[in-house]
């Protein structure tokens, strides 16, 4: 899908690069790796690993959103609170909805909304959006050191300010749905976010 779309030029053209630039300071810092071993960990899978901490690897492992739901439910569970039922159809409106659940487990979690991706950042698979998909990942470890969750994130930063909330499942169930119900065809078919006001929207661009 994105080789379809028109090079971008001016100002959207600057943006993309300072985000293509993040990633390799992320990668210096080792931010990645930390979150691919973190996911690892969580979903203790030796069948199922993510074994290339590059943004295309990232990608390809956490695009059609079942493992992050899987990731949702882990930290869900830690807390006493029922999962969240996610679908392993590879159509871009289950993918999609497996996403928004859960950005809105992570809002609910303590993660900021500013501090979360949008659903075509993960999707499209491009490398200056995949930062803030690994961003967002990272804030996400930072919160869960703080509840001491296991097992525990071992990227390094600052502990992230929690902004947590009570949740059920039918709310985390509600909050998803109307996500997916304002989704129209975009181009080539492909869902569109146009005025979502999704967790991450909003989010600042990455410098």
Not at 120 to 135: A, I, R, S, W
Request: proline share 4%.
């Amino acid at each position: 899908m994105s080789s379809l779309r028109a090079s971008k030029s001016g100002i959207a053209a600057d943006i993309e690069r300072k985000q293509e630039q993040k990633w390799d300071d992320l990668e210096e810092e080792g931010v990645p790796q930390a979150v691919v071993d973190w996911i690892n960990a969580i979903l203790d899978d030796p069948n199922d690993v993510c074994d290339d901490p590059s943004w295309t690897g990232i990608h390809k492992f956490l695009k059609d959103g079942s493992r992050l739901c899987r990731v949702a439910n882990a930290m869900l569970a830690s807390e006493g609170s029922p999962g969240i039922k996610f679908s392993r159809n590879q159509s871009t409106f289950f993918c999609m909805d497996n996403i928004g659940k859960f950005l809105n487990v992570a809002e609910q979690y303590g993660v900021k909304r500013n501090d979360l991706f949008q659903s075509n950042d993960l999707y499209e698979g491009l490398k200056g959006p995949t930062v803030n998909v690994v961003t967002s990942l990272h804030a996400l470890g930072l919160v869960s050191k703080n509840k001491s969750f296991e097992p525990e994130y071992t990227g390094r930063g600052a502990i992230a300010q929690e902004n947590p909330r009570g949740f059920t499942e039918e709310e985390v169930r509600a909050q998803s749905a109307s996500i997916i119900s304002r989704q129209g065809a975009g181009s080539f078919g492909y869902a569109s976010q146009a005025g979502m006001r999704a967790p991450g929207t909003g989010r600042h661009v990455a410098e």
